[in-house]
């Protein structure tokens, strides 16, 4: 019984590249959630999806992020012209419900170095 | 909007005591409790949720307390062993369909 899959694990870019991470949510888990953490830092939500659908957005940079979970394939996180400061670790979490009913099960992210 | 906070950045217990993780929350609209894990390396882990309409829930080593008067949330650990340092976080969800807003997280260290 897989868990939630990232890929890939390590993504280095160079600035002005562009970066992509795929998240599969758990079998049977159709809500996936983007977050954020910074080193010493907590996660910060980025964003929630479900097929097809973004939900909330509110934590998502105005320029150069976006997300998508297409109907079939995994949600991808895409960021545009990468900067020193996108470098972090990515987590997508996943849940059979809305977050509001069932905990979120969280892959093991996608740590992007900027260089 | 919620902030979440933890007491204290670090812990450190001596193996086989029992530990205690603070959380303190700011919406007392704040209905779903989640403590999580995480290990150097690794996603958060799922360890125990608590609803608004309980004070106490158990499970194996752990239990969670929720004071939703002062909202304020614990963690606590029994028999505290090797395998359970890491950093622990509280998150906190507001209404049905609204993102889990997590704490800064607190380093548990247990020495030999």
């Known amino acids: 019984n897989a868990g939630v899959m990232q890929n890939p694990r390590h993504l280095v870019r160079r600035r002005g590249q562009e970066a992509r991470l795929r998240c599969s949510p758990m079998?049977?888990?159709?809500?996936v959630y983007w977050y954020r953490q910074l080193p010493e830092e907590g996660l910060k939500f980025m964003v929630y999806?479900?097929?097809?659908?973004?939900?909330?957005e509110s934590g998502m940079p105005k320029e150069r992020f976006s997300a998508e979970f297409p109907k079939e394939g995994p949600s991808i996180l895409r960021i545009q012209q990468v900067v020193r400061g996108d470098s972090a670790a990515y987590f997508c979490?996943?849940?059979?419900?809305?977050?509001?009913?069932?905990?979120?099960?969280f892959g093991n992210g996608t740590r992007l170095t900027v260089t | 909007g919620e902030s979440v906070g933890l007491h204290l950045p670090t812990l450190s217990v001596q193996e086989g005591d029992n530990s205690i993780i603070n959380c303190a929350y700011s919406?007392?609209?704040?209905?779903?409790f989640i403590w999580y894990k995480q290990e150097s390396g690794k996603g958060p882990q799922f360890i125990i949720d608590?609803?608004?309409?309980?004070d106490k829930r158990q499970g194996q080593r752990v239990t969670v307390l929720l004071n939703k008067t002062v909202k304020h949330l614990s963690l606590q650990i029994a028999a505290t062993q090797p395998g359970d340092s890491a950093v622990y976080f509280c998150?906190?969800?507001?209404?049905?369909?609204?993102?889990?807003?997590f704490g800064k997280g607190i380093t548990l260290s247990v020495r030999p």
């Open positions: 979490a996943s849940s059979p419900t809305t977050g509001g009913n069932s905990p979120l099960h």
């Open positions: 079998k049977g888990h159709s809500h």
């Open positions: 999806l479900q097929k097809e659908n973004i939900i909330d």
């Open positions: 919406n007392s609209a704040s209905d779903y």
């Open positions: 608590i609803r608004s309409n309980m």
């Open positions: 998150a906190v969800i507001t209404g049905a369909n609204s993102k889990l807003t």
